[in-house]
């Protein structure tokens, strides 16, 4: 059996397919949280769990010994997940990581003063074999966190989103192509942009959320300003809230609406529509 490879964020969206997939084709897993019991009690006893936090660095020795390859994810919601992660960068250069698959997002190549593209920067720099994996807005952000609470609370989506289309991806096809790239050749000094194949505003996605749940889910567009206000309301961090008013306004402007052909590439086979994903989750939103 090959040396072990380290996922970190594994009890995330992501991270979690990530294991399974690695799991269910006989890799060796270490799966690492700030809290080894969650990952005990989610997956079977083949998946190593060990404690790891960002905020202490005295867990990284430990988590990477005898590793060979990383799923690297940093802390959601961080503005500063690049200093976090950097010191574990440099810990995993002398360790002798031969790969790093790093999870950051869709078009962060277009500013290289952005955190996650600071990220990806240092990795490259670190002269550890590389693959950054991009992806836009996950369908699965609809039946979790802030847009679910708000759904299940009001019946309804309010964002200040207009009518912009959005190319959804589905999380376990980028956990697909994260496990891809980790088991097989050739995805070395690679950056995926990963997207759906169809572009949909979010009218049309709680439309076919709506059909799929048998029940009416609306779409109500708001204002920059008034979603400010119910984000300072809801006590969340000032710099969190730039960070997300500005992503908006990418939105607002077409940025996440292109479709990229790199997921479907990798996997060899037809992506998940938002269709299937909204069939596949309809439970949620019953």
């Known amino acids: 059996m090959s040396k072990r490879i380290l996922v970190i964020g594994a009890t995330g969206r992501v991270g979690s397919e990530v294991v399974k997939l690695l799991t269910k084709h006989g890799e060796a897993v270490r799966a690492v949280t700030r809290n080894p019991t969650k990952i005990s009690s989610r997956f079977d006893n083949s998946v190593e769990a060990v404690e790891f936090d960002y905020d202490r660095p005295q867990t990284f020795a430990g988590a990477l010994a005898g590793v060979e390859k990383i799923f690297l994810v940093v802390r959601p919601g961080d503005n500063h997940s690049d200093k976090a992660a950097k010191p574990l960068i440099e810990e995993a250069k002398k360790m002798k990581i031969r790969h790093i698959v790093a999870l950051t997002a869709m078009g962060v190549e277009q500013d290289e003063t952005f955190m996650l593209r600071i990220l990806e920067k240092d990795i490259e720099e670190s002269g550890i074999a590389y693959t950054h994996l991009r992806p836009n807005w996950f369908m699965q952000n609809l039946d979790s966190g802030p847009m679910y609470a708000d759904i299940k609370a009001t019946g309804a989506l309010h964002l200040p989103a207009a009518?912009?289309?959005?190319?959804?991806?589905?999380?376990?096809?980028?956990?697909?192509?994260?496990?891809?790239?980790?088991?097989?050749?050739?995805?070395?000094?690679?950056?995926?942009?990963?997207?759906?194949?169809?572009?949909?505003?979010?009218?049309?996605?709680?439309?076919?959320?709506?059909?799929?749940?048998?029940?009416?889910?609306?779409?109500?567009?708001?204002?920059?300003?008034?979603?400010?206000?119910?984000?300072?309301?809801?006590g969340i961090p000032s710099g969190l809230i730039e960070r997300w008013t500005e992503f908006y306004r990418k939105i607002r402007k077409g940025l996440c609406a292109p479709i990229s052909p790199d997921a479907e590439s990798v996997l060899k086979r037809p992506l998940i529509l938002f269709d299937q994903y909204a069939k596949d989750y309809a439970a949620s939103w019953k």
């Not at 190319?167 to 070395?188: N, Y």
């Not at 950056?191 to 709680?206: D, K, V």
């Not at 749940?213 to 119910?230: F, H, N, Q």
């Open 163 to 234: 009518d912009a289309g959005i190319s959804f991806i589905d999380s376990r096809d980028v956990a697909a192509v994260g496990f891809a790239s980790l088991t097989e050749a050739g995805h070395e000094g690679k950056a995926y942009t990963l997207t759906g194949n169809e572009s949909l505003s979010f009218f049309q996605a709680t439309e076919k959320i709506s059909r799929a749940a048998g029940k009416e889910i609306l779409y109500i567009p708001i204002s920059e300003d008034t979603a400010r206000e119910a984000l300072v309301k809801g």
